[in-house]
């Protein structure tokens, strides 16, 4: 037997912040105190606020740098680390960042310390969690860009809703040029895209198709037919997933970010 004790309600763990209002239910998580740290060790903590973490017109480039100048696989580490927690709405601009840790330049490090002016202006932010009885059980919103620049891959962001609270989200750069984003999940869900060709794709069983895609709608029939998946149309003006497949512009930003939950 092994004693135990009670130290009552969990306030914070690994660097999370956890606090709850028992009168409305909600659960808040953050991290302003590890992300004050972070801010002080990149000397970042007097610096500037900014309303995105990506500049809309930020282009990564190939051209690498004098690597040994910057500890930029340190920052993205920490970066990665409040993205993965509670902080959402920086997974896009730290996934970038991300892909160029091995060839980054002075233009990358300077993107990664704006995400830093952006933490420091929303630093006592939370991931929110609330009683939404009235939202679907299971929702998925699922969008990419369209071929990026430089590769002609396209970004996937996708963000699982339970009972209207964010449980899981992704963005990620497909590791083929394709010409679709559905995703399909393997539990009873709504799959909301904007997409409307992949809606008639997934519906349409005569609808022609390369054969490595038919395959995944193939799929995608299957789970629609069981009862496991319905897909729905939903404006792009209204696509939460945009927020992890490019940068936005202010306004933009922030209506997806407040539907991702993370307020202040």
């Known amino acids: 037997m092994y004693k135990m004790k009670d130290l009552g309600e969990a306030r914070e763990y690994l660097g999370i912040e956890i606090s709850r209002d028992k009168t409305t239910s909600t659960v808040k998580l953050g991290q302003p105190k590890y992300i004050q740290k972070i801010l002080e060790e990149y000397k970042m903590d007097e610096s500037k606020p900014v309303s995105t973490p990506m500049a809309k017109d930020y282009v990564s480039t190939e051209k690498s740098g004098r690597q040994e100048d910057h500890p930029y696989r340190e920052l993205i580490g920490a970066l990665l680390y409040i993205s993965t927690r509670t ?58 860009s369209w071929a990026s620049p430089r590769d002609r891959k396209s970004v996937t962001g996708a963000i699982i809703y339970l009972y209207g609270n964010p449980i899981a989200y992704i963005s990620k750069k497909q590791t083929i040029i394709a010409i679709t984003e559905l995703g399909v999940p393997e539990l009873p869900t709504k799959v909301f895209t904007d997409n409307t060709a992949c809606l008639t794709w997934s519906t349409d069983p005569e609808k022609p198709l390369p054969k490595h895609i038919d395959i995944q709608y193939q799929y995608a029939r299957q789970q629609r037919d069981l009862s496991n998946c319905q897909f729905l149309y939903i404006p792009t003006q209204q696509q939460v ?24």
């Not at 892909?99 to 420091?120: C, H, M, P, V």
């Not at 202010?250 to 939950?261: I, M, P, Q, S, V």
Request: with cysteine.
């Open 241 to 264: 997933a945009d927020i992890l497949t490019k940068a936005l512009e202010t306004t933009k930003f922030n209506e997806h970010r407040t539907k991702l939950k993370v307020t202040d």
């Open 87 to 144: 902080r959402p709405d920086i997974t896009y601009a730290v996934r970038l960042l991300a892909t160029k840790s091995q060839r980054f330049n002075n233009e990358d490090w300077q993107a990664g310390k704006r995400i830093l002016r952006y933490l420091r202006g929303t630093i006592n932010m939370t991931l929110v969690f609330t009683p939404c009885q009235e939202q679907e059980e299971i929702a998925m919103f699922v969008d990419a």
